[in-house]
Structure formats: structure tokens, C-alpha cells
């Protein structure tokens, strides 16, 4: 569904990615971990069209989207839910979700989306007339990732959705995304909080300065000794 081959992206001189290539296929939960400042938001932004790369392939669902603009990879169901909030207080809770469903595929489907983003989080329902300012930590991380399922995606690229989150709020969260998953769509998500998520991914990358360090089955990642190491201190189980 999603394939990058041999991307690289540059801060100046600064080489952020370097010749990372990946699939993700088709409703699999992919999940991103890697230590602190090692690559893992620059990769999504660069899936997403927020970065260049300077060289190699992005393709989603048989198209080349390499150099293709965020809004148009967007339309096309690839779609980023970034660690930062990037709500808008001052605006209701609906006012934010309907801001997700903006292009046209969306837009036809705005009110079906709105019923399963409101099945889903039954708390964004009813606040949804309260302006986003007054929602909680985890509330409006909630927000975040409804407004990306109002954009109709097909991939939800998700950055970090645990970060500044107490560990109950982050353990709802992540089961929030595992029944978006179940449900048939297509996760790639980053994250540093490796233990509470683990169980849910098929597949797991490991990125270390840049670098693909470990791409596997999730299977195979509980074995390595590497990934234990650095990540779990072996407890994670
Ligand atoms: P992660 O998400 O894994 O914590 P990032 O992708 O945010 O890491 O950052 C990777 C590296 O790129 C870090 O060394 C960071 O300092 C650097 N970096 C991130 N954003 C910028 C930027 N806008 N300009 C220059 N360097 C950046
Ligand atoms: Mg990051």
C-alpha cells in the first residue's frame, strides 16, 4: 500500500533519513520506534509531503506521490496526525472534526465519517459543541486522530500520540488506534513508548540516526536482542 525505496532527507547539510526503504502493506499496523531525535518524525513528514526527499521513491497505492503535494496525498487517503496538537481551541469540537473532512472526497462523506469518529470516541460526541481549549490531555489527542479520520484516509500516518500523556490516557489511546486498525485502516504509527503498543503492531522498524536498524514481523522483533536492549530492558512482556 505504501512503499518507500531508498529515501533520503537532509536538514541543509545535515543528513536526517538516509536510504530508508519500507512496505507497508494493506491494513497492517506498521509501527516506527527509535530513540529520541533519531529520524522517526522527519520520515512521516517526508511520506506526507511536509519534506523533501532528496533522492529514491515514495508510492501509495500505485501511485508515485515522491513529490506530490500534501493536500493531493491527502485526497488520496494518505493522511498525518502530528504529534503537535494543531487544533484550534477557540473553534468547537465538531468545528475541528468537519476542518479534517476539507477536500472533496471527504467532504462527500463528512456526516458517515462523523458517526464513526463519534462511535468511536462517544466522549468527542458529547463535547462536541465545547470549544477544543477546554478538552483534556488525552481528549484532544482523541480530536487529532478523529479529525484524521475525517479526512477519509486509507493510511493514518500517526507521530507520537502518547507523547505528554499520563500511561492510562496512552493505553486508551492506543487501543483507540488498534480498532481504527481492526476496522480495516491502514496504521503507520511512531512511537518512543514501545511497550504499550507492541502487542498491537504486525510489523515493527527500527530506526537509529537515520538508519533502518530492524525490519520485521513482530514475531521476529519480540526475539531480538537489539530491540529488547534498547527499547524494553527485556521486560516488556
Ligand atoms: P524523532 O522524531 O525521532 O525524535 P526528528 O525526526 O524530529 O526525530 O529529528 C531527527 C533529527 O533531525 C534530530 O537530530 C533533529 O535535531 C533534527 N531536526 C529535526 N527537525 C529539524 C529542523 N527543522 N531543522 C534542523 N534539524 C532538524
Ligand atoms: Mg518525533
Redesign the pocket.
Known sequence: MLELKNINTY?GE?H?IRDISFKVNQGDFFLVV?P???????LLKTICGLLRTASGQIVFNTAEITRAATDKIVEMGLVYVAEERHLFPQMTVLDNLKLGAYNTNARAKEQESLEYVFHLFPQLSEFKNRYAATLSGGEARMLTLGRGIMSCAKLLAIDEPSFGLAPILRNEVFDKINEINSSGMTVLLVEQNVNQVVDFADRICLIEDGCIVFDGPREEALLNEHLKDVFLGGSYR
Open positions: 536538514y545535515f536526517a527509535g529520541n531525535g533519531h529520524g522517526k518524525s522527519t
